[in-house]
């Protein structure tokens, strides 16, 4: 197959992320509004491009005021940074459909590399004819790498928010015309 244009599908795609509270467990998220552009052929993705776009507006962690804290100056600060930004600069495979995808992440107006597992999960057609791919990934991120580094000291000692942020991606892709 030859190299070709995937635009991901939102309605089969999900980005959740999660985050220490307290030192004692964890706090889960998600983005609903993203896009993402896959150039690959899915018989060789090391010569893949990726290039993701999140709307950080889109956040829901089940609880409205905690999402506007997150979408205020102390976290996210949306009024000056309302996308969250990713574009490969290398994949490379490490075994039977799983791969490292390295890129740039922009992020709180800090652009740093980062390195995502993806697993290739599979390509078909669906009942109307529509060429799909599937991928899944995960990776992990210091916010405080990206300048996020509001915290809040606890009385027992140690930290409110945790300081690393577990990412996990679902993507279903639909080739383009």
Avoid: C
């Avoid at 070709?4 to 795609?13: E, G, I, M, N, Y």
């Avoid at 964890?26 to 509004?33: C, E, Q, T």
């Avoid at 060429?131 to 809040?152: C, H, P, Q, T, W």
């Amino acid at each position: 197959m030859a190299k070709t244009t995937w635009a991901v599908d939102p309605t089969h795609s999900g980005i959740d992320f999660s985050v220490k509270h307290m030192m004692i467990a964890n706090v889960k998220g998600s983005f609903h509004s993203f896009e993402a552009t896959i150039d690959a052929d899915p018989q060789d993705l090391t010569s893949a491009s990726v290039e993701f776009t999140i709307d950080v507006s889109s956040i829901d962690t089940r609880n409205k005021d905690r999402d506007a804290h997150l979408l205020s100056a102390d976290f996210f600060d949306t009024e000056k940074y309302p996308k969250i930004g990713f574009k490969s600069t290398g994949i490379s495979a490490k075994g039977d459909g799983e791969y490292d995808v390295t890129g740039d992440l922009s992020l709180h107006g800090v652009t740093r590399p980062e390195t995502f597992q993806v697993t290739f999960e599979g390509a078909g057609k669906d009942p109307w004819g529509n060429e799909k791919v599937g991928f899944s990934g995960k990776g992990k991120i210091k916010r405080s790498d990206f300048g996020l580094s509001y915290n809040a000291v606890l009385e027992a000692g140690g930290v409110l928010i945790g300081d690393e942020i577990k990412i996990s991606l679902e993507i279903e892709g639909v080739k383009q015309a």
